[in-house]
Structure formats: C-alpha cells, structure tokens
C-alpha cells in the first residue's frame, strides 16, 4: 500500500462544476495535511492545508479531513478552466511531507 | 531571496559523469527539502534538512546521492556516477521550520543522463 493514495485521473468536469478530488493516507499518527496544485511544466505551489477534522473553506477550495477514516479531500467549486492542473495531497507522515502520485483535473469549457 | 533558487535549470550529462545540482532557499527559512519528479509520477522525498539537527537521509535511492547543506542555508545534491534512471525533475523546496511544512518550490532541476 503507498503511504498516500490518489487517483491519478484524468478527472474531468464541466465549466461551473464542483470537481472532488480525494486522497487517502497509511499513518494513522498524521498531523498535517496539504494540497499543492501543480500545473504541466511548472513546480507544485499550495493551495490548502487542514490540521483537524472537518471542513476548510478558502474562497471557491474546501478541504475535508476524516482522521478516523484516514481520508482527506479537495472540493473546488464553480470549477474553471484555469483550474485544470494536477493536485498533489500531501502528508506530515513520521519524517518528511509525503507526497502522493497527483490527480489530473480538466475542466471543459 | 524573494523565492527559492536552484541552479542550474537544465543539465544534460552523459553516464558514469558526477553532477552537482544547488539550491537557494528563501532567507530565515530552517528547512530545506530535496525531492525528485519523474515524467507523469509524484514526488519522491529525498532528503530533509531541519536547523542544525542532522539531516533526514531516508529517501536518498542509492549511496550514490548525497546532500550537504552550507551555514544552514545554500544545499547542494550531488549524484555519483549518474545512470539513465537518474534522469528527472529535481526540487528543492523550503519552510520556515518548526513542523511548519507548508513548502515553497524552486523551479527545478531538469536533469538527463545520456
């Protein structure tokens, strides 16, 4: 089992659609959790993260953590064609942030 | 500096050769992380340095990498003897530390072992 599981997609959504990206992790001690969205050819930059369980909401991003079901997730809403990228979860495991393989988003105009 | 600065952006080597690959981290930042992406993949934790705690070397594939890191600032990852394998997307990233890990990216190393 990875450390931390994505589907690797593509995952594609209509213009104006909520795109749901999940993501579930091995380390029922992790603390931290990150989204970093990476678009083709450039380094991933954050644009989430959520330390207890529940709901984060910044602007049209939602985070979801369930520590107990050790599963984490990305809501965009009023999804746009800018937003079509590949979203890396990521985890405070035990040493280092740990990556997973990244979900491709496309949103169709 | 403004961002974190690796240099240099593109390296093209041929096998068995040793490269050098260094990165600037955003100033007052502890934590300096080293991380290698190959085409289509994830990112794969190499080596993590925090202060002056000595470093987490975990991820390094092979004894052929190694990773110094000058005055708690400049790092430099060095690969031996570089194989076909090695070639990949190397990031260097930066945090203010502390269990902070929200990460600031340079651009990258596109290295390519011929």
């Known amino acids: 089992q990875k450390e931390v599981e994505q589907n690797s997609g593509p995952l594609s959504v209509p213009e104006g659609a909520i795109a749901s990206l999940n993501c579930t992790y091995s380390?029922?001690?992790?603390?931290?959790f990150f989204w970093y969205r990476q678009y083709s050819g450039k380094s991933p930059e954050l644009i989430m993260f959520?330390?207890?369980?529940g709901d984060k909401e910044d602007g049209r991003f939602t985070a979801q953590l369930n520590k107990a079901s050790q599963y984490v997730s990305l809501l965009i809403r009023d999804s746009q064609p800018s937003d079509s990228a590949t979203y890396l979860c990521a985890v405070n495991m035990r040493r280092a942030l740990t990556f997973g393989s990244g979900t491709r988003l496309q949103v169709q105009p | 500096g403004a961002g974190v600065s690796q240099s240099p952006s593109n390296k093209v080597t041929e096998k068995g050769k040793d490269v050098e690959l260094r990165c600037d981290p955003i100033?007052?930042?502890?934590?300096l992380y080293w991380y290698r992406q190959s085409l289509g993949q994830g990112l794969e934790f190499l080596i993590y340095?925090?202060?002056?705690?000595?470093?987490?070397k975990s991820g390094l594939p092979s004894d052929r990498f190694s990773a110094e890191r000058t005055g708690g600032s400049v790092s430099t990852l060095t690969i031996q003897r570089t194989q076909q394998e090695d070639s990949a997307v190397y990031l260097c990233?930066?945090?203010?530390?502390?269990?902070?890990?929200?990460?600031?990216f340079g651009s990258g190393t596109q290295l390519s072992v011929l």
């Open positions: 340095f925090q202060g002056n705690s000595a470093p987490d």
């Open positions: 959520i330390y207890s369980n």
């Open positions: 100033s007052g930042h502890t934590a």
């Open positions: 380390d029922r001690g992790s603390q931290s």
């Open positions: 990233a930066s945090s203010t530390g502390g269990g902070n890990e929200k990460l600031f």
